[in-house]
């Protein structure tokens, strides 16, 4: 079964420290991937996405995500974490036939 | 444009009473979908539709039902609300869905009592 896994449910970091976030999924092949932020009360807004082509994908908002086909992993990535970055992000997966997004993780930034 | 108009934003109903969430968007999308949002759970797909007179059921099904009569309006009913079918209910078009760009509501937050 198609599944994506965000491993970490909360993470915390301070202000201008850089930021990872962890994205498993899994699929017979390479899906479409997908990063959003849902910021608190609001819809999801698309960070950046990867179909193809260069693993490493540049997004909205200063975000970049490597694709590792060996890992199955799409982790999402910023070198300088703003306070206005607190939100839950989520990872998402198109495989085709559905659109499957992880449970997300919630980003605290500490000033 | 409006984008993806969902309409209540909040709903409280007893067990047994059925409602529907409206959905409308004026973007000319031919997907569109619903989420159910549950903390430590994501968004999980209930029913989505590729275009007028089509939908199919996503992950979580039971206890809804769509239909599309019009590229526009996306409506999901609930037949007969139960405690566990309360959440937040999120709808979500795109004209492209490989594309990504999933244009959300803003959700209806739902409590069943």
């Known amino acids: 079964a198609q599944s994506v896994t965000q491993p970490d449910i909360h993470i915390t970091v301070s202000e201008g420290a850089s930021l990872e976030l962890r994205c498993n999924y899994s699929?017979?092949?390479?899906?479409?991937l997908f990063w959003y932020v849902q910021s608190p009360g609001q819809g999801l807004q698309l960070l950046l996405k990867?179909?193809?082509?260069?693993?490493l994908v540049q997004g909205i908002k200063g975000f970049e995500a490597e694709f590792k086909r060996s890992q199955s992993s799409f982790n999402l990535r910023k070198p300088s974490v703003h306070w206005s970055d607190a939100a839950e992000y989520f990872c998402a997966v198109d495989t085709g036939n559905q659109f499957y997004f992880g449970t997300g993780t919630s980003l605290t930034v500490i000033p | 444009n409006a984008g993806v108009t969902q309409t209540p934003k909040f709903q409280v109903l007893k067990t047994g009473q059925s409602m529907t969430l409206q959905c409308a968007q004026d973007?000319?999308?031919?997907?569109m979908s619903w989420y159910r949002q549950d903390p430590g759970m994501g968004l999980r797909l209930i029913h989505y539709?590729?275009?007028?007179?089509?939908?199919d059921q996503g992950e979580v099904p039971n206890g809804y039902n769509v239909s599309r009569s019009t590229t526009e309006d996306f409506p999901l009913r609930l037949l007969s609300a139960a405690p566990s079918q309360t959440s937040v209910y999120f709808c979500?078009?795109?004209?492209?869905?490989?594309?990504?760009?999933?244009?959300f509501g803003s959700g209806t937050q739902l409590s069943v009592l």
């Open positions: 539709s590729v275009g007028a007179g089509i939908t």
């Open positions: 699929y017979g092949a390479t899906p479409y």
């Open positions: 979500a078009s795109t004209f492209d869905r490989r594309a990504g760009k999933l244009f």
């Open positions: 990867y179909f193809s082509g260069d693993t």
């Open positions: 973007m000319n999308h031919e997907y």
